[in-house]
Each structure stands twice: as structure tokens, then as C-alpha cells.
């Protein structure tokens, strides 16, 4: 019977792929471009429960109150110059539209966000505010579902690249 080492798995994947400093990755994103760099704020009460040290990362203090900007801004500072002189599209309830139309405004991009008719009026006001006329805001459907089905039609008909809000 055939035994590796912990030795021999190591050198095994350090062949299979290159290291990658992930330190490096996150100081050097395109992020920091419109993120702010947030406090950490120590948790006591859940400290004292959990019999450890828990901080957490103020997220809310972001422009858009909320982490999806990076994720939007990110995808948006990786689409090639000629996709993103399109524009943009992405189905909503909320934050993300928040983050995609913050960030539209920021790069001087055209971008269609796609919200439910449901959505809160405090929502669709703050997703044209981050906005301006870089954003048009369309509501359609019940769901997010349904606003989805929407933005991927509108996205083939104007040719516009999609910022999925999770994937």
C-alpha cells in the first residue's frame, strides 16, 4: 500500500499551481478606488459570550453603507474599455444597485439597474442619488426574479454587460 507524506503532498501542490500573495492582491485592488478603509470595532458582548476576541468590520460606513460596493466596483474595473463604453445592467432589491450605480457614477459609465416594483421607495431614491444620470432605473416584476428575467432580456436587447449581484 502506497503512503505519501506531508512532505510529498506539499512539494506535490506547491508544482500544481504558483503561490499566490493574496496580501499583495487585496492592497493592490481597484477597490481602494472608491472603498474606504473601515474600522474594526470590538464586539464585547459576543466577545464575553464566545470566550473570544470578536471584532467587527464596519462595512456600514461605506458610501453605499453596505460591502457590496467592492464587489460591484471590482467587476466593473475588469471590464474591458470597450464593454464597459456599453454599459451596464444588474437586477437589484437593494445594496448591490446601491454599489453598481455609486460605482457607474465614479467611472463615468451608463449603467440600467433593474429593481422589483416592490422595492422600497427609500431604495430606488438612494440607488438615483449614488447614481445621477449615469443611472436609469427601471422596476419591473414582483420578485427579484422577475426583475432579473427583465435585466438579462434588456441586457441582450442594448448589449450591455451584466454585474451579477452575487456570482
Do not use: W
Amino acid at each position: 500500500m502506497y503512503r505519501s507524506s506531508p512532505d510529498a503532498c506539499t512539494a506535490l501542490a506547491a508544482q500544481a499551481r504558483p503561490p499566490v500573495d493574496y496580501v499583495k492582491k487585496i492592497l493592490t485592488a481597484r477597490v481602494y478606488d472608491v472603498a474606504r478603509e473601515t474600522e474594526l470595532q470590538p464586539a464585547r458582548n459576543l466577545s464575553v459570550r464566545l470566550r473570544n476576541t470578536v471584532y467587527l468590520k464596519r462595512e456600514d460606513n461605506q458610501p453605499v453603507f453596505s460591502f457590496k460596493l467592492r464587489g460591484a466596483y471590482n467587476k466593473m474595473a475588469h471590464i474591458p474599455a470597450e464593454a464597459l463604453a456599453r454599459g451596464v445592467i444588474t437586477a437589484s432589491a437593494g445594496n448591490h444597485a446601491q454599489g453598481v450605480a455609486f460605482s457607474a457614477a465614479r467611472m463615468g459609465v451608463k449603467a440600467v439597474i433593474v429593481v422589483p416594483v416592490t422595492t422600497p421607495q427609500v431604495k430606488v431614491d438612494a440607488v438615483r442619488a449614488h447614481g445621477g444620470p449615469s443611472v436609469e432605473v427601471i422596476q419591473a416584476g414582483e420578485s427579484y426574479s422577475d426583475a432579473y428575467a427583465h435585466a438579462v432580456k434588456v441586457q441582450e436587447e442594448r448589449g450591455l454587460t451584466f454585474v451579477h449581484p452575487f456570482d
